[in-house]
């Protein structure tokens, strides 16, 4: 296999799409079916969020290849517009982070996109973006107001359902959904498998300095996750970090940390079906293994390949894992063989909101049937 830098292949578009994907995992609030976050973790979330894409222009990437601003305009002035584009209102900006109007174009390739703040534009509106975390206190407005027939109404979430509050109402509210579940009507998942060009087709894994690592912040003794590692670790070392741990990582050790990692624990918070989130993408982007708990490794290989990841249900106890780890540590040909898919595919990371509202944008362009949710809490909360 020939061989190049690995920062050199990847590091152009992992700059842009990483950072806001792990501090917006690390920093959110945790909402269970009897907790609302709180403002001031709100704050915190949006906050880090936009110091992460400020940093961004630093680092020598085109314009139009940064598509988050923070100021409060809306549409770029020189954008052109269309009698027959397709207005996309947002209802609010999630965590309060305003999208570059040309984003869909310069980043999708999908044109004729508007994309506004300003509720004045409501009535001429084809498509009304609500981002779940934001309209829990709107719900009985919104019930209140009218709907023109040409106008779909979105719902977009990306938490999974015990992260999710659940809100009374919802049914019959809305007629898109945008989310990670397959079965959602514009589904985008956090991250995704590509087939990369001809010319690209080079990798070299990055050098190791550690055996297993976790970078994890929302430590709950009850959840899976924790009661794994806490077996797990018996048995081998592990290089925890994150403030569960008061070793917090910066975003400019992020990376270097999870690429020196040969396996990466990928553990989710909860489990339901599509969900996996950047805990899995990230380590496949940067060069390591990830070691996953979630869902079946049958949903996993729906959406990765078979031979990248090691799913913790393959062993019969955190001590077996321990032990396929170590000698997969000791025969570095074998751990070579999980990074063979790397000669015709990468990882990608999507740009939360940015992309579920262009996606959204395209669908209502393309199908223009009538269409309500009537049972959204009964297919996403069962």
Known sequence: MKTKPFHCLLLPVLLLFCFGGVFYTYYKPIISNAQVSTEECLNIVRNTFIQTINQTSNLNIPLNQQPL??????????????????????????????????????????????????????????????????????????????????????????????????????????????NYRRDSDVWVPVGKIVEIPEKDKTFEIPPKDKLVCWIVSNWNPNFERVKYFNELSKHIKIEAYGSAFNRRINKEDYIKTVTGCKFYLGFENSVHKDYFTEKVFKPLMFGTVPVVLGTSRENYEQFIPADSFIHVDDFKSPQELAEHLTFLDKNPKVYEQYFNWRRHFIATHSVFAIEQTCRSCEYIRNYKGYRVFKDLTKWYWG
């Not at 107001?145 to 979105?154: D, L, T």
Request: net charge negative; glycine share 8%; hydrophobic share 35%.
């Open 69 to 178: 601003v923070t100021k409060p305009a809306v549409m770029e002035e020189n954008q052109e517009h269309h009698a027959n584009d397709i207005i996309m209102l947002m209802w609010s900006w999630p965590f309060g982070v305003v999208f570059n109007g040309t984003a869909c174009s310069s980043q999708f390739g999908i044109k004729g996109c508007q994309i506004t703040d300003d509720r004045s534009q409501y009535d001429e509106a084809h498509g009304v973006m609500f981002h779940h975390r934001d309209i829990s206190g709107e719900l009985t407005n919104l019930h209140n107001m009218p709907r023109h027939p040409h106008q779909k109404w979105v719902w977009l979430n990306m938490e999974s359902p015990s992260n999710a509050q659940k809100l009374p109402g919802l049914d019959g509210l809305f007629n898109l959904t945008s």
